[in-house]
């Protein structure tokens, strides 16, 4: 049996298959829930985040001000397609096969739309999606495919910045003549309104600010004084002229889409949704920006795995909060869900933090796992290595160990956030170490994760399936 073959013959089951237990309505106070995503926003980019701000990002602030920031937000993997796939699935990337782009999920992975569609929300998604294969653009059917959403605005996967094209809920390709995150956005307005009478569920996914090379021409702001580099990028970095460019590039890009999110809050206000509906921010992965020597994402340093989130309901979620507990992507599932007071599904991994980002309690949050694979040909410099690695990261500190095993990343967070001096491989560092690695492992054997074996990879699960008897 072939794939397009297999796929057929699941579509229906993946379709049919029930929620364990039902998705009732329950006791949550969650009407509608608007979901914006943005394509490679590290957390360092925010307003809020640091001071001086680099950036400016008003509406982002006031998101902030108005609802809950969490300070401490990481990824399951600094890739767009497993990280993606690990927001809608609630699992860790080994766990739903989706390790590195181009994949398509499997047919038996539930998405947490599916939940909200089977209580009787509106589900729409707007925007790039990269979860379904190579294809790019790429239409995605009606069907299992959509994971759960009813009506879908957007595109499989690419980048179309200068020449915007998408495609219609019915498959036709269309070329927008506004910036595509600005017909996106607008998109996204549209249904709000159009649905303001019935509860939603509208999943909004940006494609800026990654990669900024495909942006348009940088604000006058940033022509004449180019934003500031981390601390941590070095020297070297720091005299290539086209680099820099590429920064004030990305920050302008982060500014516009903040414009995108003050039109999204002003149309929830004016059709007198704002109480109704919790708005949840965050990005899939961040961006290097030459922090160590290093370009793209990929790594497991802070600003390529940290990002912003931040979730507003008022009324529900006190104005002005933050939080320190940490939080892994793989946990939004199961906590909107649990928000909105429904099931999730039986094969979500991830952990439900609502009494946290809801704003009701507290919770105590050991440590988070990420993993990823490097491919060492973006950085200016003797980095961390090249290949799969796991990284565990708790209040304190992080380590990751590479795919042979070894620990070749030790920093210690509180003292130096920057992760300017790795202490890996000291004398004086190795019960931490040892304390660490057994954190490591115990989230290796929880999860299932054959590390340093390679996982089951997303292909195997619906390619070279045997014919039935």
């Not at 996204?188 to 939603?200: G, L, M, N, S, W």
């Not at 989130?309 to 002005?320: D, E, H, K, S, T």
Request: hydrophobic residues 35%.
């Amino acid at each position: 049996m072939n794939r397009r073959t297999f796929l057929r013959a699941t579509a229906a089951a993946a379709l049919a298959a029930a929620v364990p237990g039902g998705c009732r309505r329950g006791a949550g106070d969650v009407s509608n829930l608007l979901f914006v995503m943005a394509d490679q926003w590290r957390f360092s980019a925010v307003g809020h985040a640091s001071a001086p701000a680099p950036v400016a990002t008003p509406h982002l602030d006031r998101l902030a001000r108005q609802g809950l920031r969490c300070n401490r937000a990481y990824v399951a993997n600094p890739v767009c397609a497993p990280s993606r796939a690990s927001v809608m699935t609630g699992r860790l990337p080994h766990q739903h096969g989706l390790i590195v782009n181009q994949l398509t999920l499997p047919p038996g992975e539930r998405g947490f739309a599916e939940s909200f569609a089977r209580a009787g929300y509106r589900t729409h998604y707007v925007g790039k999606w990269h979860l379904d294969g190579p294809d790019s653009p790429g239409f995605v059917p009606p069907g299992w495919r959509r994971r759960g959403f009813e009506t879908f605005e957007g595109f499989n996967r690419g980048h179309w910045y200068q020449q915007p094209q998408t495609f219609t809920d019915a498959g036709e390709l269309i070329h927008p003549e506004a910036r595509e995150w600005t017909y996106q956005t607008d998109r996204a307005i549209d249904f709000v309104r159009r649905h303001r009478d019935e509860r939603f569920f509208c999943f909004l996914s940006w494609g800026p600010p990654h990669p900024a090379t495909l942006g348009r021409p940088r604000s006058q702001r940033f022509a004449e004084a180019p934003p500031p580099w981390r601390a941590n990028v070095p020297e070297r970095v720091r005299r290539r002229g086209r680099l820099a460019e590429r920064l004030g590039a990305y920050y302008d890009l982060c500014e516009q889409l903040d414009v995108e999110l003050g039109r999204l809050l002003d149309a929830l206000d004016e059709q007198g949704l704002a109480e109704s509906t919790l708005v949840v921010f965050t990005s899939d992965h961040g961006d290097m920006l030459g922090s160590h020597g290093v370009f793209y994402k990929e790594h497991p340093y802070e600003e390529s795995v940290r990002v912003p989130l931040v979730l507003r309901q008022p009324g529900r979620i006190a104005a002005g909060g933050e939080t320190d507990t940490l939080v892994s992507n793989v946990d939004l599932m199961p906590t909107l869900t649990r928000l909105a007071g429904l099931e999730r599904p039986s094969t979500c991994t991830g952990r439900d933090l609502s009494g946290v980002l809801g704003g009701s309690g507290s919770a105590s949050v050991a440590s988070v796992y990420c993993e990823g694979r490097m491919d060492g040909r973006r950085s200016a410099g003797p980095q961390l290595g090249r290949g799969a690695w796991r990284a565990v990261i708790t209040p304190s500190h992080k380590l990751m160990v590479d795919e042979t095993g070894a620990v070749v990343l030790l920093v210690d967070l509180e003292r130096d956030p920057l992760e300017l001096e790795n202490l890996a491989g000291r004398g004086d560092q190795r019960d931490l170490a040892e304390s660490l690695r057994a954190e490591l492992d115990r989230w290796r054997a929880r999860t299932a994760d054959a590390f340093p074996k390679p996982p089951v990879g997303a292909k195997s699960r619906y390619e070279d399936v045997p014919e039935p008897a």
